[in-house]
């Protein structure tokens, strides 16, 4: 594991990066774009940990479990983070990177906590508890960073297995948010087409 024994290298200052082979690149690159991305996912992550640590009562028990997953999932971004940081050719035997049991893992943790919800009739809209509504973030946040990938992987080369993992993700994140609103008794907030400004009579 590296150390870092300097945060502040000015290396920077000049608005290139280094990636880990050593190449230095445009700090507004397509690719450090994806893995800021993918940072800026995992620390929304954070966020929905920090608010189930504040859950109380019944709801103890589902956010431990999902604290857990959570914590799996931001190990996970790291490794996909480092993956993308990484030109094929400078990847090391060993090296972290995401695979394909990542994203089946994923597949079992939806099945597992769809079993908990009743199934969607409408459109829900984010909200509900904070860990529910940090995950419901973090959701959006996924979908971008799949976007700025699938965008990379047109022109460059990356790892299916890093798109199948984020897409995924998102999927989770939405269920994870449905899954621990459910737990805590918050209720879902359904989008109404019909929606009109409070005061507004009807038409």
Do not use: C
Not at 108 to 117: E, H, M, S
Not at 140 to 157: F, K, M, P
């Amino acid at each position: 594991m590296p150390k870092l024994t300097r945060i502040y290298t000015r290396t920077g200052d000049d608005g290139t990066t280094g990636l880990v082979g050593g190449q230095r690149i445009k700090k507004s690159a397509l690719r450090i774009e994806s893995y800021g991305t993918i940072d800026e996912l995992s620390s929304a992550i954070g966020l929905a940990r920090t608010a189930l640590r504040q859950v109380e009562g019944d709801g103890v028990e589902a956010a431990r479990k999902l604290d857990a997953w959570l914590a799996w999932t931001q190990d996970a971004l790291f490794n996909l983070g480092s993956d993308l940081a990484t030109l094929p050719q400078d990847r090391w035997e060993g090296m972290p990177l995401a695979s394909p049991e990542d994203a089946l893992a994923l597949e079992r943790a939806i099945d597992d906590a769809q079993n908990d919800l009743e199934p969607l009739a409408n459109f829900i809209l984010p909200g509900g508890s904070y860990p529910g509504a940090f995950l419901h973030l973090a959701r959006t946040i996924s979908r971008r960073a799949e976007r700025l990938l699938v965008a990379l992987a047109d022109s460059e080369q990356i790892s299916p297995d890093a798109l199948r993992y984020v897409n995924r993700l998102s999927d989770a994140l939405f269920v994870w948010s449905r899954w621990i609103n459910h737990a805590l008794g918050e209720p879902e907030h359904l989008w109404n087409a019909q929606t009109r400004a409070p005061g507004e009579q009807p038409r």
